[in-house]
């Protein structure tokens, strides 16, 4: 039985030392190298508004569906842009659901932006991003929304069109991607406008 202990006893003791390193240091170490280092994207990105109320995320889409905002890219995520059930409706691209959906996006994107029926709709218009959560949009998307934003708003088209382009984001890198509006961001600079 001696022996036995003595062979268990380096074990155990490995198993708290480790235990402790990788679920106590570590973790510890990270989180404060996080919040020294990226101290905005480790709280989450928080857009925090003029009255000192969390309004979002800028790296979370929400859900706007009013006029007089512009509308982020389909969200197949929980009841949309529900970060708890984030994900892609994998539906692939000889799925005759996906198509009827996209169909039934188009129609409506083209009605609710003053389109002729056979207007081309970008694809983000339509699709869904892979996790459900994206809160960009591309720039022709924004593009074909401003008229109507405009008009919902009775504000002048070109100071619609200013708020998308100091909203646009380059490709990363300056290369990777394409240029992207930031949703969230626009439709809170649009409430800003007096």
Known sequence: ?????????????????????????????????AQAAFKDQAKGSLIIGADGKVRGSSLLGQN?????????RPSAAGSGY???SSSGSNLGPTSQKLRDQIQE?????????GLAA??????????????GLDPHISVKNA?????????ARNLP??????LITAHTSAPTFGLLGEARV????LNLALDAVK
């Open 157 to 162: 088209l070109p100071q619609v069109e200013n």
């Open 82 to 84: 529900d970060g708890a």
């Open 1 to 33: 039985m001696k022996l036995l202990l003595q062979e268990i006893r380096p074990a155990i003791i490995a198993t708290f030392v480790l235990a402790g390193i990788t679920c106590g240091v570590y973790p510890l170490l990270v989180t404060a190298m």
């Open 118 to 131: 056979d207007a081309e709709v970008p694809a983000d218009a339509v699709t869904a991003s892979g996790s």
């Open 143 to 151: 593009a074909l929304q401003a008229t109507r934003v405009a008009k």
């Open 64 to 72: 706007f569906s009013s006029e007089r905002y512009f509308h982020t």
């Open 105 to 113: 996006r188009l129609t409506a994107y083209r009605t609710l932006n």
């Open 182 to 185: 930031n949703v969230v961001l």
